[in-house]
């Protein structure tokens, strides 16, 4: 099946740091998703990206399809950032919508 | 627009066990997924249902089974429970067949400790 593989696995920041956190996957992809899993475990959805960029205030993404990465900037770091980003594709094979998930990268920002 | 809901929260069950698990899906979705996450760990898919049918699974034993129900909530049972089913549950939903894309919403998951 497909292999998803996110980088770097930890990350400490300064307050008012930037960042990118990468996903490397196998496969072409249709579905790529990025999340934030939150200390109390909900993935809170922040972009459904197949290919292109996308921007939603201090974060964005760019996925490049055909070279099969996508990347997560995240600006302006703040404290509330801190938590896991989980990169997900799904699975080509199969009829179902399965997710295949990264190991993910966590974030800390410190004040 | 009502999110994703799953219930109970935490759970704590004693190995041979049995437990059941719920998720009501995100208004106007029709497709329910089951994740397992491990500590320190991604998701890993369980199974999904559409149209009241299991429509794939992963690598997992017999023992976890599910429902979909007509009004597409779902829930997932696990009989026999051992140790190593300690983790975060996480439930899923979307559309299909999808209007513009295939994007999934999660539940905030049902922890589940097994002593």
């Known amino acids: 099946g497909i292999q998803v593989e996110q980088s770097p696995p930890d990350l400490i920041l300064q307050e008012g740091a930037n960042s990118t956190l990468r996903c490397n996957f196998s496969d072409s992809v249709n579905n790529l998703q990025w999340f934030h899993q939150n200390p109390w475990g909900q993935l809170i959805n922040l972009f459904y990206?197949?290919?292109g960029t996308k921007q939603n205030g201090r974060l964005s993404a760019t996925t490049v399809a055909t070279e099969r990465y996508s990347l997560l900037y995240i600006s302006s770091s703040q404290t509330t950032d801190s938590g896991v980003y989980f990169c997900?594709?799904?699975?080509?094979?199969?009829?179902?919508?399965?997710?295949?998930f990264g190991k993910g990268t966590k974030l800390t920002v410190n004040p | 627009e009502t999110g994703v809901t799953q219930s109970p929260t935490h759970l704590i069950k004693t190995r041979g066990q049995q437990v059941t698990l719920r998720c009501s899906s995100q208004?106007?979705?029709?497709?329910v997924s089951w994740y397992q996450q491990a500590l320190g760990q991604g998701p890993q898919f369980i199974f999904q249902y559409y149209r009241e049918e299991e429509n794939g699974r992963g690598n997992f034993p017999p023992r976890f089974s599910g429902l979909q129900f007509p009004n597409y909530s779902s829930e997932l049972n696990v009989n026999a429970l051992e140790l190593d089913d300690s983790a975060l549950y996480l439930c899923?939903?979307?559309?299909?067949?999808?209007?513009?894309?295939?994007?999934?919403?999660f539940g905030p998951g049902t922890r589940l400790t097994v002593t």
């Open positions: 990206i197949p290919s």
């Open positions: 997900a594709v799904r699975d080509p094979q199969g009829g179902s919508e399965k997710l295949v």
């Open positions: 899923a939903s979307s559309q299909y067949p999808r209007n513009s894309s295939y994007e999934q919403y």
């Open positions: 208004s106007g979705h029709n497709t």
